[in-house]
């Protein structure tokens, strides 16, 4: 079955950086017939998307993060990343990686098929 593990996350102070890892295994097909995305979820708050990518390359970024974060992936590794710079306190939140089988990089947290657990990302 799909697993996807996140790794990267910890403490950084305002105005660090971090890069957040997924590592997928198990895919029914070749990772990179996937649409993959970053989403955060702060406590009391929704979860909200923060980056995507279709399986053609096409990229879609939360416009109030666009400039600080970047998604990138590694098909060869089947590893998603994203790269936060220039990090705010408004930014901690648990950090989650999915992936769908529609091609798209549109779309909120009900329309991916697979989650990874999370990753803790905590600014100060």
């Known amino acids: 079955h799909v697993q996807l593990v996140e790794s990267g996350g910890g403490s950084v102070q305002a105005g660090g950086s971090l890069t957040l890892s997924c590592q997928a295994s198990?895919?029914?097909?070749?990772?990179?017939?996937?649409?993959l995305g970053w989403f955060r979820q702060a406590p009391g708050k929704s979860r909200e998307g923060v980056a995507a990518m279709n399986r053609d390359g096409t990229l879609s970024h939360a416009r109030s993060l666009k400039g600080r974060f970047t998604i990138s992936k590694d098909n060869a590794k089947n590893t998603l990343y994203l790269q936060m710079n220039s990090l705010k306190p408004e930014d901690t939140a648990m950090y989650y990686c999915?992936?769908?089988?529609?091609?798209?990089?549109?779309?909120?947290?009900?329309?991916?098929?697979?989650w990874g657990q999370g990753t803790q990302v905590t600014v100060s």
């Open positions: 198990g895919y029914e097909k070749r990772y990179s017939q996937y649409s």
């Open positions: 999915a992936a769908k089988k529609r091609n798209d990089c549109s779309g909120g947290p009900d329309d991916y098929n697979y």
